[in-house]
Structures are given as structure tokens and as C-alpha cells.
């Protein structure tokens, strides 16, 4: 069983009935504790309360930090705005304004120029057109299977 | 709650909890910071206030359990610098110890310092009661126990008082009312 003590006091109830009757001495303790609170108080008063100090600012405190809101908003967008039109505007010294025109880079492509008058005969084969796929390979195998001594496919 | 009723009542009744605050503490430094944070309370939780008690006895609420959680740590604190102390030379102790509680002169030769001692209930309940002013109905409100109860605390407070005044001596009674003020131990 947990040791659970309870303080009963057996006279509680007797004070529950009636008022409060002191003693003379009790009485006199009584009023001197009132009288020495009294005192005390008297000596070191209350000072200004700090819920009302601040309370007092407030209105000033937050106009504050609005103003520096708005302020640095402000300046942030201006400063964006000056970067951006720094970026478009930017020209280097002695450079034409438009895009310098890039020459074309040499390659090693390997580019089939047709002459400009064909050795081979060229028969125009429009019937290629409609071909499908497996239809177009199957005609280059055919074609392979021929052997011609020159044989070209253009398409 | 809103501002202005925390200001209104910051303003009506700041003094007496700052009051009572002093009659607890002993010093007017921790009775005021006492007493602030009583109101800072007030600031953040007014709104909780249900309006089931007065704003007065839901302040002396607030400031008895502040004051029930300072009196917890400073003991702590007290009985730690305690230690320290009792381990110094005995030839060194040309100063009163830093666990000497702060207390000035008023308060020390005045009835209250000898409430101190009693226990939390009735100490509680005669602060209510004869430094304040409060009903029985009320301190009983504040101090959430039946009213036979605070009668019972009062009544057996003042007792226990009388009897810390006679083991002191006829001299304790005739108590200075108000000699000048001796801080020096808490500097």
C-alpha cells in the first residue's frame, strides 16, 4: 500500500461555523502585522510598472520596425532593378553592340558533294516515295544481291 | 483580456501586489521583480482570465505561486552556497555568507520576517489576510481551500507567532519601528 499521509486538521471544522474570534493578544499581532505592512509599504513604494512601459511604446516601436520594413523592401527592389539594368545595358569597350558573329568552326565532316556533272546515270525513282520501311530495306537488299558495277541510291 | 484592461488593472492594482510582494520577499528588489513579473504574467494570460474570481485574488494567485517557485530555487541555490561556506576557514568569515538571504532592516525587525518562518499555509494566509486585507471567502478563493481551513491557518499562524516572539524574549516584542537601514550584509 502507498504511503500517502493526509493532513487533517480535526478543528478545521470547528472555524467553518461563525466568524473568526481572536484573542486580545492574537488581536494585538493582528493589527501590528497590519500596521508593519503599512510600513513597509510606506518605505519602499511601488515602482513604475513595466507592463505600462511597454505598453507606452508600442504604437512608436511599431511604426519603427514598419518604416525599416518598407525602407529595406525598398532598397532591396531598387538595387535588384539597378543590377538587372546593368546586365541588358553592359557594353564592353570597342565591341559592336550586336552579337559578334562566330565563324563557322572547321570539322572533319565528311560532306558528299554530287559533281556538278554525274559520270554515273541517275534514274529518278519516285515510286520510292510511297515505299514503307521494311519495304526500303527490302529493295536495298535486292539491290545488293544485284552487284551493279556503279550503283548509287538517293534518296 | 485586452491592453487597456491590462492597463487599467496594472494601474489599480499593481501597489498592493507590490505590497505583498514586499512583505514575502523581505527586500524591495526581489518584491519588485516579484511584483513586474506578477504583471507580465497578467500581460501574456489575461486573456485565460474566465472572470470566475476577482483580478485581484487571480493576481495574489499568480504571485503566491511565483513566489512559491523563487522561495524552491533560492533554497536550492542557499543550501548549495551553504556547503561552500561551512567548508572556508572559520577564521575567514569576516562577512556574512553568500547564501544570506537579502533582507532589509524594515522587514527584518518588523512581525513579517518572524512570519517567514512559519509554515507556507499560514504564512500565505496571514499575508492575505492582515497585510492585505482580504476576506476570509477570499483568501480562501485565492489559496483554493475550504474556508474552516484559512480560519483554522490564521488562527493557529497568530498563535505560532506568539509563541516565536516569547522563545525570543520580552525584548523581540517592543520591536524598533524602524531603525535605519542595514544592507551592508547583502552588499
New interface residues.
Given amino acids: 500500500m502507498p504511503f500517502d499521509p493526509k493532513l487533517i486538521r480535526e478543528d478545521d471544522a470547528n472555524f467553518e461555523r461563525g466568524d473568526l474570534q481572536l484573542p486580545d493578544d492574537l488581536a494585538h499581532l493582528a493589527e501590528q502585522l497590519g500596521d508593519d505592512a503599512a510600513r513597509l509599504a510606506a518605505t519602499y513604494p511601488a515602482p513604475t510598472p513595466k507592463v505600462l512601459a511597454v505598453s507606452l511604446q508600442p504604437t512608436s516601436r511599431r511604426h519603427t520596425w514598419l518604416t525599416r520594413s518598407f525602407a529595406g523592401t525598398a532598397l532591396a527592389a531598387g538595387l535588384v532593378t539597378i543590377s538587372i539594368w546593368a546586365s541588358n545595358s553592359y557594353q564592353p569597350f570597342g565591341e559592336h553592340p550586336h552579337p559578334a558573329i562566330v565563324p563557322a568552326p572547321t570539322t572533319n565532316t565528311f560532306v558528299v558533294t554530287p559533281s556538278a556533272e554525274p559520270s554515273i546515270p541517275v534514274t529518278p525513282a519516285s515510286f520510292l516515295g510511297d515505299t514503307s520501311g521494311p519495304e526500303l530495306e527490302a529493295l536495298m537488299d535486292l539491290w545488293e544481291q544485284d552487284q551493279p558495277a556503279v550503283r548509287s541510291l538517293s534518296f | 483580456m485586452n491592453?487597456l484592461n491590462?492597463?487599467e488593472t496594472?494601474?489599480e492594482h499593481?501597489?498592493r501586489i507590490?505590497?505583498a510582494a514586499?512583505?514575502l520577499c523581505g527586500n524591495?528588489w526581489d518584491?519588485?521583480d516579484l511584483?513586474?513579473e506578477t504583471?507580465?504574467v497578467?500581460?501574456r494570460q489575461g486573456s485565460h482570465f474566465e472572470g470566475r474570481s476577482s483580478v485581484y485574488t487571480w493576481l495574489y494567485g499568480v504571485l503566491l505561486n511565483l513566489d512559491r517557485r523563487q522561495r524552491r530555487q533560492l533554497g536550492m541555490k542557499r543550501r548549495k552556497l551553504r556547503v561552500l561556506w561551512d567548508r572556508e576557514p572559520a577564521g575567514e568569515k569576516s562577512v556574512p555568507g553568500a547564501d544570506a538571504p537579502v533582507e532589509?532592516a524594515?522587514?527584518k525587525n518588523?512581525?513579517?520576517a518572524r512570519?517567514a518562518l512559519l509554515p507556507e499555509g499560514q504564512r500565505q494566509s496571514?499575508v492575505l489576510?492582515?497585510?492585505e486585507?482580504l476576506r476570509?471567502e477570499e483568501i480562501a478563493e485565492v489559496l483554493e481551500c475550504?474556508?474552516?481551513?484559512?480560519?483554522?491557518r490564521?488562527?493557529h499562524g497568530?498563535?505560532a507567532?506568539?509563541r516565536i516572539?516569547d522563545s525570543e524574549g520580552e525584548e523581540a516584542r517592543q520591536l524598533p519601528?524602524?531603525p535605519s537601514e542595514d544592507i551592508s550584509h547583502a552588499i
Fill in positions: 491592453r491590462v492597463d496594472t494601474r499593481f501597489a507590490h505590497r514586499l512583505v524591495p518584491a519588485d511584483a513586474q504583471f507580465m497578467l500581460a532589509v524594515e522587514w518588523s512581525l513579517w512570519v496571514l489576510r492582515f497585510s486585507g476570509y475550504p474556508l474552516g481551513t484559512v480560519k483554522s490564521i488562527f497568530l498563535a507567532l506568539r516572539l519601528a524602524f
